[in-house]
T-cell receptor, first 112, second 114 residues
Framework: EDQVTQSPEALRLQEGESSSLNCSYT??????LFWYRQDPGKGPEFLFT???AGEEKEKERLKATLTKKESFLHITAPKPEDSATYLC?????????????FGRGTSLIVHP | DTAVSQTPKYLVTQMGNDKSIKCEQN?????MYWYKQDSKKFLKIMFS???????INETVPNRFSPKSPDKAHLNLHINSLELGDSAVYFC?????????????FGEGSRLTVL
């Protein structure tokens, strides 16, 4: 069964304190790995798609990387407005289902 | 204009009642989804509709019935509500299922069953 595990479950940082979130996955082939940001009371908002090991994507203070078993979301010098839940999702390359499977998310709080 | 809109945003009801949640997308996408998010923020797929046809149903109880009058709308009807149905329900859309990458989500409908 395809699985997506995110760690840590919760992370508290001081403003400016860089860190990384982890998403490890076991799928029968990978059609894509996705990162989303979810603010309280809102729907998830798309951040990045990664397709192959070694690929990297950047957006402002966020950088996503991908290996054959996991993805990292690096947050450089975070600000309080980066506080949110970050969700990872994967699409398997086989099995007939195109539907992304989500991890349980990492809740990030950045203190000023 | 809101890309994916859901109504109502909040719904409080008694066990045993029947309720519906509506979803509309104005992105011209071919595929729409319903996800359920529990209290621990876990997003689980319930249904996916591609051009008005159901393409997946993740063993959801048959008390839940999706209805898609056209490709821009996917409504969720729930019969005989149970306490365990309390959750936030998200509608989403994307381009054709086989090209699915980015999902566009609505703001969610919080259902509380008393």
């Amino acid at each position: 069964e395809d699985q997506v595990t995110q760690s840590p479950e919760a992370l508290r940082l001081q403003e400016g304190e860089s860190s990384s979130l982890n998403c490890s996955y076991t799928v029968s082939g990978l059609r894509g790995l996705f990162w989303y940001r979810q603010d309280p009371g809102k729907g998830p908002e798309f951040l990045f798609t990664l397709y192959s090991a070694g690929e990297e994507k950047e957006k402002e203070r966020l950088k996503a990387t991908l290996t054959k078993k996991e993805s990292f979301l690096h947050i450089t010098a975070p600000k309080p407005e980066d506080s949110a839940t970050y969700l990872c999702a994967v699409r398997p390359a086989s099995g007939g289902s195109y539907i992304p499977t989500f991890g349980r998310g990492t809740s990030l709080i950045v203190h000023p | 204009d809101t890309a994916v809109s859901q109504t109502p945003k909040y719904l409080v009801t008694q066990m045993g009642n029947d309720k519906s949640i509506k979803c509309e997308q104005n992105l011209g996408h071919d595929t729409m989804y319903w996800y359920k998010q529990d209290s621990k923020k876990f997003l689980k797929i319930m249904f996916s509709y591609n051009n008005k046809e159901l393409i997946i149903n993740e063993t959801v109880p048959n008390r839940f019935s999706p209805k898609s009058p056209d490709k821009a709308h996917l409504n969720l009807h729930i019969n005989s509500l149970e306490l365990g149905d309390s959750a936030v329900y998200f509608c989403a859309s994307s381009e054709l299922a086989e090209n699915t990458g980015e999902l566009f989500f609505g703001e969610g409908s919080r259902l509380t069953v008393l």
